[in-house]
Each structure stands twice: as C-alpha cells, then as structure tokens.
C-alpha cells in the first residue's frame, strides 16, 4: 500500500478524489503523529490466527511507542491465548475521514511481556492508564482504579521489517493501474 515517498512531511491537501499528487504513503514523523498524538483515538483492529486455522479480527485500544503497539488484554481474552499459541498476527489502524483516509497496515509478532498479574506493580499499567486518558479523557485512569485486582496481560506487537505499510488519502497507488491510465502517477518523482 505504501509508496515510496520523500523524507520531508507534505502538507496534506486534497478536495477531490484522484486527485494528482495527493495521495500517497506517510513520512515517518506523520506515522508516529497519526498513532501517538493525544487525539489519535481510532482503535487498532488485531487478527489472529485461531486454532482451527481461521482468523479472528478484534478491535482493542493501543499505545505505539518504541516502533511496537502496545495492547493490554484481560486475563481470559481469547486473542492472548491464540498469541500465545501463534505470535504472528496482522494489525489495521484506520481513520475514516475525507478526504485525509489514513491507513497504517502491519504484519506483526505478538510477544506476552506480562501476565497475567493485578496493576499493582506491573508493566500493563502505565499503559493502560495512557490509553485510558486518550479514550475516556482526563480522568480516564481514574476510572480504571477499580479493577486493578483483576489480572491483565501486557502485549506487544511488533511489526516485521518491511511489513507495515501506510497510505493517505483517495486515490490509489500507481501499481494498481496499467501504463498510459495515470501518467502523473507513472512521472512523480518519489
């Protein structure tokens, strides 16, 4: 999905769909705005592989930080259980807005790096108190405080180099078309 792209930001503008020059993959500094800034509140969808072979989609809350996502499960979650099980996994985090559509895909590996345990002195935590404060607000860790007994995993999904990918914006990328149907996509200079 991810084309190549320059190293300095655009700034993002498009009014129409297949418009020239307006789509394209994000920089690096616009990944880690469109999934660490405060107000990025879009959920990250996780599949998994169940033991039957089929996948499994659920949409959790996240932290990005360190080139990894960060989720938390409860301690009877099936998607732990099926990580645990088979730690390649593939993650969409999408927002829906025009004509901007950002888009970050990723092939992962799921790593357990806690639980199950209670808040008290865990990793899961922090992390979910940040994730807290993003989704409900202020007070949002707060309203965590009474199920600190209640056992958690922390995970991490870690992208496979190469394997995440991002796009922005209404139009598709040049290797969907045939030679001579989008020229100015064919001539940009990436």
Same mark, same amino acid.
């Given at each position: ?69 960060? *989720? ?7 998607? *732990? ?31 357990? *790096? ?12 922090? *992390? ?63």
């Amino acid at each position: 999905m991810s084309e190549p792209h320059s190293e300095t930001p655009q700034d993002f503008s498009q009014e129409h769909l297949y418009e020239e020059g307006a789509a394209g993959g994000m920089h690096s500094s616009e990944v880690e705005t469109f999934l660490a800034s405060p107000d990025s509140t879009w959920l990250i969808k996780l599949t998994t592989i169940k033991e039957d072979g089929w996948p499994m989609t659920v949409p959790l809350w996240y932290q990005w930080s360190d080139g990894a996502f960060w *989720v938390v499960g409860r301690k009877y979650n099936l998607w *732990v259980e099926d990580l645990k099980r088979e730690p390649r996994c593939s993650i969409c985090i999408e927002e829906l807005a025009h004509p901007r559509i950002r888009k970050v895909l990723a092939q992962c590996t799921g790593e357990i *790096v806690e639980g199950p345990a209670i808040a008290e002195g865990s990793a899961w935590l922090p *992390v979910a108190e940040e994730m807290a404060r993003r989704y409900i607000g202020p007070d949002g860790a707060e309203q965590l405080s009474p199920s600190h007994d209640w056992e958690r995993y922390l995970v991490r999904l870690v992208p496979r180099e190469g394997q995440l990918t991002t796009w922005q914006g209404a139009d598709w990328a040049a290797r969907y078309f045939e030679p001579g149907q989008r020229p100015d996509l064919e001539n940009r200079d990436n």
